[in-house]
């Protein structure tokens, strides 16, 4: 069964073409400012989007026989993990969106259509899905309830590939799930549920390459009143200037270890606080989970780096055995997920 994914980001929009799980071809379409400038918002980049990628399919002589689209999914209302056909709702429900993911089910849509009437759109374990158990949506303020934005097409395809490792059904296991991009989200997997899990967009958690992280309220709030900065530039801060940006002034994890090797004690000190500060946020999801974890599970593109995935290992192989998955492969996950419905093996679920 041949499956087309489409995966747009905020400068490019990634495309590829598997057979059942395996992949065929991927092209990344990377667009400059000037091709963008002409749309005042995301959601209107749909017909030039939809151009572009067509022209991808006739260079390469792809003829529309799909078994199936799947598309990224985008900010919409929160939803249960799993692989929702696209329908009328969601479309409109993701029209005043304003990130790049949001086009992901109106572009899978359109080449269904083009491919025909009896083809599937997909998506796949969106950016919203929120399984969080009820005690844990609550902070310390009534007013400021937590909420669950993570890296869940990831963290979720992770989880089932470590489960198949284990040689234990995902809804069997007990996962401690870190994602570690730019962004660091760390989940508790309960039986296929991710019943915890930081919000690693506004904030909490660990520090990352480019987001500050949990911080000091009272700090945090005497920033905020100081008449120094305007709201913008403080989440900005907090996510884009934040963690190792803030103290090093780099995103590259690379420079940050090569700075590292050539002595450098403040590149140190701050390294060895995030890989900290991330081994924390595993042990609290281990509690979260009663201590009953098959594995603690790094991924992302930071689970590259043998260093930071030596200094969490370290702290944090008594809780359970460690596992590594390198990367972020989004395509593979969202092809997978098809995949489960086409074959039976997994109930789409329905968007209302």
Not at 258 to 266: E, K, L, P, Q, S
Not at 313 to 327: D, E, H, K, M, N
């Amino acid at each position: 069964m041949k499956i087309f994914v489409v995966n747009p980001g905020s400068t490019s929009t990634k495309v590829a073409l598997f057979e059942d799980a395996q992949c065929l071809w991927t092209d990344t379409q990377r667009y400059e400012a000037s091709d963008l400038a002409p749309y005042a918002g995301v959601m209107e980049q749909e017909d030039f989007r939809f151009g572009a990628i067509s022209k991808v399919l006739d260079a390469r002589g792809v003829s529309a026989d799909f078994a199936a689209v799947v598309g990224r999914g985008g900010q919409m209302k929160p939803v249960q993990g799993g692989t929702y056909p696209v329908n009328d709702r969601m479309l409109e429900d993701l029209k005043n969106g304003t990130h790049a993911s949001n086009l992901g089910a109106p572009l899978a849509v359109r080449f269904a259509r083009a491919a025909g009437d009896d083809v599937p759109a997909f998506i796949v374990d969106p950016v919203v899905v929120d399984e969080m158990a009820d005690e844990a949506r609550l902070s310390g303020l009534p007013e400021i309830p937590r909420v669950s934005i993570f890296h869940a097409l990831n963290q979720k395809a992770v989880a089932r590939r470590a489960a198949a490792d284990l040689k234990k059904p995902y809804e069997e296991c007990g996962l401690v799930v870190a994602h570690m991009g730019g962004g660091v989200s760390v989940g508790a997997h309960d039986r296929g549920r991710v019943i915890d899990v930081n919000n690693a967009l506004d904030g909490e958690g660990p520090m990352s390459p480019e987001r500050s992280g949990s911080l000091p309220v009272g700090g945090l709030m005497d920033l905020c009143f100081s008449g120094r900065h305007t709201a913008a530039e403080i989440r900005k801060m907090i996510n884009g200037r934040g963690g190792l940006v803030a103290h090093l002034g780099t995103n590259d994890m690379r420079e940050v270890e090569g700075r590292i090797a050539d002595g450098d004690a403040r590149a140190t000190l701050v390294f060895e606080a995030m890989a900290l500060q991330i081994a924390k946020e595993i042990g609290s999801c281990a509690t979260v989970l009663k201590g009953r974890v098959d594995a603690v599970v790094l991924t992302g593109g930071l689970a590259y780096s043998d260093r930071l995935c030596g200094r969490i290992t370290s702290r944090t192989q008594f809780i359970a055995p460690v596992l590594r998955y390198p990367g972020e492969d989004e395509m593979q996950a969202l092809a997978e997920g098809a995949l489960r419905v086409l074959t039976g093996l997994e109930t789409p679920r329905e968007y209302a």
